[in-house]
């Protein structure tokens, strides 16, 4: 599935071939976009929820922008932790706490995701949410610090603290068939303070679009 992404520190858009998934198998275990999970407890109606989630964070080299000449690189990591999961006919709220299980950054991140459907009919399904992520000071400073041996004239040594990032999401679905569908999506995200403020962004505001083909199994 193509998708289009620009990281902080580059001020382009780049086609990169990721494997997109929606799966939900058996009530259970579930992939969602780039978060994938099982439950550990629910209710019996399958609107509440605790589960274990798991999703990547990408990281970066020095060919990764013009401001990120020179850099070290910071390894992409997998994060993961408990998710308590709210449904109902106002919409669906996640919140959850993730760490590092790789121990690139070794921080973690409070996330809060509510979504809701916008249109439901016929062939058409699309979806609006909102994602508040609390990232803390190790996390930050890891992708967005610049050490002592990375400093240079135009990038001064820099170690943020916590910040809180905003995503907003437009995600959706047209129908080909029973099994088939054109899936697409959009978000943007808004850096928070602390990690915008760092010397190799080039952008606050960070975009990612997918498009692609999507099978019902």
Do not use: C
Not at 56 to 74: D, N
Not at 113 to 133: D, F, H, P, Q, T
Request: proline fraction near 5%; charged fraction near 20%.
């Amino acid at each position: 599935m193509p998708t289009a992404t620009a990281d902080a520190g580059s001020s382009h858009l780049e086609a990169l071939p990721l494997p997109i998934a929606y799966v939900d198998y058996n009530d259970r275990f579930y992939v969602n976009l780039f978060r994938a999970g099982a439950y550990v407890w629910s209710t019996s109606d399958k609107k509440t929820g605790i589960s274990f989630a798991v999703e990547p964070r990408l990281g970066f080299s020095s060919s990764s922008g013009a401001k990120l000449a020179g850099m070290e690189t910071r390894r992409g990591s997998l994060q993961g932790g408990p998710t308590f999961d709210l449904e109902g006919r106002w919409g669906a709220l996640s919140v959850g706490y993730f760490t590092d299980l790789t121990r690139a950054s070794r921080g973690g991140y409070l996330d809060a995701l509510y979504s809701k459907a916008l249109v439901k009919s016929g062939r058409w399904e699309v979806n609006g949410a909102i994602e508040i992520s609390r990232l803390d000071s190790k996390i930050v400073n890891y992708y967005f610090g610049v050490r002592p041996t990375e400093v240079r004239p135009d990038r001064a040594f820099y170690q943020p603290g916590a910040t809180t990032n905003a995503t907003f999401w437009l995600t959706g679905q047209y129908n080909l068939t029973r099994q088939s569908a054109l899936m697409f999506g959009v978000n943007v995200t808004r850096l928070g303070g602390a990690a915008a403020s760092s010397p190799i962004v080039e952008r606050r505001q960070v975009p990612l679009i997918y498009v692609g083909l999507g099978w019902n199994l």
